[in-house]
């Protein structure tokens, strides 16, 4: 019974914060579509209102540890579910993401993605779409902010291992900015895919900022090292066992 009733609570979660997206949304729309920063104040309302109906609603709280970082850097982070990104974005003063280019046709997403300066991303050929982003991170220089890119391409599992891509190696050189690693455990409890949610501390940490100018082999050797150390240390810490940690 009360894993019958912790599905149900997360399932009116799940269906209210979908809601609310188109909510708040449409309600900033017209500001949105006229200033970046409409668009920023609406994605982080909705940021505060979802980390605070998870708290009460199905028990996931929150912490960000280390440093956000506050000029223009990169973040290679790690990640496994939409609330790392929701912490993230609501813990840094301008954070744009690399993300697939069909989300811009997404209903709410797309606006918003578009004008806070998110880069699309084709995910066709490696060599092509690291082209691409480059070209378009050049374009979206007029922004500023801090740049969030996950370095294995996709959310992955807690315990699942998944190589890190070389489009991290080639931005950071290609941008000469600090890379801040970030770890995290917020797979434990809000996982991929699934309605479930478990109650928990859900952590971001921001790991000490890689300096511009390193080889870049060596920076994504640094990079993997530390974030996947610090990914699988919180989440022990969360109380997941894997025979691959």
Request: net charge positive; hydrophobic share 45%; glycine share 8%.
């Amino acid at each position: 019974m009360n894993t019958a009733w912790r599905w149900l609570r997360s399932l009116v979660f799940v269906l209210q914060i979908y809601l609310a997206m188109a909510v708040i949304g449409l309600l900033f729309a017209p500001w949105a579509a006229l200033s970046a920063g409409g668009a920023r104040t609406a994605c982080k309302l909705y940021c505060r209102w979802v980390l605070w109906t998870a708290r009460w609603m199905v028990g996931v709280r929150h912490e960000v540890r280390g440093t956000p970082p506050q000029g223009e850097v990169m973040i290679a982070a790690k990640h496994q579910s939409f609330l790392d990104i929701l912490i993230i974005f609501n813990s840094v003063p301008a954070a744009k993401f690399i993300m697939k280019r069909e989300l811009l046709w997404a209903p709410v997403i797309g606006l918003y993605a578009y004008r806070i300066g998110c880069v699309p991303v084709n995910r066709g050929k490696r060599g092509q779409a690291i082209r691409q982003m480059l070209a378009d991170v050049d374009a979206g220089r007029q922004q500023p902010g801090q740049l969030v890119i996950y370095s294995q391409g996709t959310r992955v599992a807690p315990g699942v291992r998944m190589p890190y891509k070389s489009g991290t190696g080639v931005l950071y050189q290609q941008l000469g900015q600090p890379c801040v690693p970030a770890a995290t455990n917020v797979g434990v409890f809000w996982p991929r895919k699934g309605i479930m949610r478990k109650p928990g501390l859900a952590v971001v940490e921001f790991l000490e900022p890689l300096p511009p100018g390193l080889p870049r082999t060596e920076m994504m050797e640094i990079l993997e090292k530390r974030v996947e150390s610090a990914s699988d240390r919180l989440m022990r810490e969360a109380g997941f066992e894997s025979t691959d940690l």
